[in-house]
C-alpha cells in the first residue's frame, strides 16, 4: 500500500494535534454549559470567550463583533439573508460574484426566489472580479456586496480592499466569504473595510461543524437563529464548546505559524505549477499567477476527463479534486471555471491539488510523475486527441 498523499486541503483539513488536545477535556470532564450560572460551568465559559478574543485579535475585529455558527455555509446564509431583510426598506437588490462558493449562490438563488434581485459580476481570465462591473451594478437600491475573500477551485485572491472601499463609499454592506483566506493570508477587517466575514473551522487544521461570522458593531441585524440567548441573541443554541475551543487553537497555531507555512507552500505549489507545465504539453494553469492561495494549484490539460485523473491519482495512494462533472453531483463543470471562459472541455479536464506543511517535495515530484503518466495515459485512450494528432499532420 502507498503512502497517503493528501492534496485536498481546499476540502478540508486533517485537524492539527495541537487542536484535538485542546478540545479533548471539553468533550469529558468539562462539559458544563456556558450559559449555566454555576462555577462548575465557567470554565466552558471562559474557553468560548477566549477563543472568541483570539479569534477576534487575528482578524483586527472587537471581540464582541465574533460569533460563532455551525460553519462556513451557515456564516454565509446568515450574512446574506439577514442582511437582504433587515435592510428591504433601504431595497432589494444583492450583488457578488460569479465564481462565489454555492453556500453564497444558492442562498442567492432562493432570494430571487423571494422577491430580491441579484447581481453576478464575472471575473477575468484569472478569476479576478471585473471591478468596473462592479461599480456599474450598484443601485440605488443595493444593500449587500458579497465577494469572497480567495476562490476555493482556483485560488485566485480578490481585491477585497478596493471592493470594501467601493461599498463604503457607496454606504452598501460588505460581506466576504473568506473561509479560503482565514488563517492562510492576512486578514484586517479594519483595514479592508469588511462589515461581515466568514470563516470555517475545518479548512485550516480545526474541526468541522464550527464556524464564525465577524458582524461589525455598527449593523444592526435581528436574530439569525431564534431560541435562547446564545451569542447576544442573534445565534440560538448551546455552544459547540469542543468545537470553538479547537477553532479557537486553530487560530492561535494559524497566528504562529501562517507566514512560515505560505512561505513553505508557495515553495512547493511553484514546484507543482512549474514542473506538470513543463512537462504535459496542452496544459494550463487555472487562476491568478501569483495573487493565489499560498497552497492552491489547478490546471487544465487538454483531451482528458477530470474524473479519470481523479480515479488513477486515488489507485496512487494521491487525493485530488476536479472541476469536472461527477464530483459536484452534477453534469456541468465547474461554474468557476466557466467564468474565467475555459470552454467546457477543458473545464472537464481540469485538477486541483491544495497542499497542506505535510507535503514533502519528494511528494510533489511523485505526483508530477503519476499526472505526466495518467496524462500520457488518457491521451492515448482519447479519439479527440487522436483527431488532434491527425489534424497536426
Ligand atoms: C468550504 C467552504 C465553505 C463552506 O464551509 P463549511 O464550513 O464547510 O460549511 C464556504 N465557502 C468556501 C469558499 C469554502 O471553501
Known amino acids: 500500500m502507498s503512502k497517503l498523499i493528501y492534496l485536498d486541503n481546499a476540502a478540508t483539513t486533517k485537524v492539527h494535534p495541537k487542536v484535538l488536545e485542546a478540545m479533548l477535556p471539553y468533550f469529558s470532564e468539562e462539559y458544563g454549559n456556558p450559559s449555566s450560572i454555576y462555577s462548575f460551568a465557567g470554565k466552558s465559559k471562559k474557553a468560548v470567550e477566549d477563543a472568541r478574543e483570539t479569534i477576534a485579535k487575528f482578524i483586527g475585529a472587537k471581540t464582541n463583533e465574533i460569533y460563532f455558527t455551525g460553519g462556513g455555509s451557515e456564516s454565509d446564509n446568515w450574512a446574506l439573508k439577514a442582511t437582504a431583510y433587515a435592510k428591504k426598506d433601504k431595497g432589494n437588490h444583492i450583488i457578488t460574484s460569479a465564481i462565489e462558493h454555492h453556500a453564497v449562490l444558492h442562498t442567492c438563488e432562493y432570494l430571487e426566489k423571494n422577491g430580491f434581485e441579484v447581481t453576478y459580476v464575472g471575473v477575468d481570465e484569472n478569476g479576478v472580479i471585473k471591478l468596473d462591473e462592479l461599480k456599474a451594478a450598484i443601485r440605488p437600491t443595493t444593500t449587500i456586496i458579497s465577494v469572497m475573500f480567495a476562490n476555493n477551485e482556483i485560488g485566485t485572491i480578490e481585491p477585497i480592499k478596493e471592493i470594501g472601499e467601493i461599498a463604503k463609499e457607496n454606504d452598501i454592506v460588505f460581506h466576504t466569504d473568506a473561509v479560503q483566506a482565514y488563517g492562510h493570508i492576512p486578514i484586517d477587517v479594519e483595514e479592508l473595510h469588511i462589515d461581515m466575514l466568514s470563516a470555517s473551522g475545518h479548512k485550516i487544521y480545526g474541526p468541522k461543524g464550527i464556524g464564525i461570522m465577524y458582524l461589525r458593531n455598527s449593523l444592526k441585524l435581528g436574530a439569525f437563529i431564534h431560541g435562547g440567548a446564545q451569542e447576544r441573541s442573534r445565534r440560538a443554541g448551546t455552544h459547540n464548546v469542543p468545537g470553538i475551543v479547537g477553532f479557537g487553537k486553530a487560530t492561535e497555531l494559524a497566528k504562529e505559524t501562517m507566514e512560515e507555512r505560505a512561505a513553505y507552500e508557495i515553495k512547493l505549489r511553484d514546484r507543482l505549477i512549474d514542473g506538470i507545465l513543463e512537462q504535459i504539453p496542452h496544459s494550463r494553469l487555472n487562476g491568478h499567477p501569483t495573487d493565489r492561495l499560498p497552497n492552491n494549484v489547478n ?95
Open 299 to 393: 490546471i487544465s490539460f487538454e483531451f482528458i476527463e477530470g474524473e479519470s485523473m481523479l480515479i488513477l491519482l486515488d489507485q496512487k495512494g494521491v487525493c485530488a479534486s476536479s472541476g469536472s462533472a461527477c464530483t459536484s453531483g452534477s453534469l456541468d463543470p465547474s461554474h468557476v471555471l466557466l467564468a474565467i471562459g475555459l470552454p467546457h472541455e477543458k473545464a472537464h479536464g481540469s485538477l486541483r491539488l491544495t497542499l497542506s506543511e505535510e507535503i514533502t517535495e519528494e511528494d510533489v515530484d511523485f505526483v508530477i510523475e503519476q499526472v505526466k503518466a495518467n496524462v500520457e495515459r488518457l491521451r492515448s485512450m482519447s479519439p479527440l486527441y487522436e483527431d488532434f494528432l491527425k489534424s497536426q499532420k
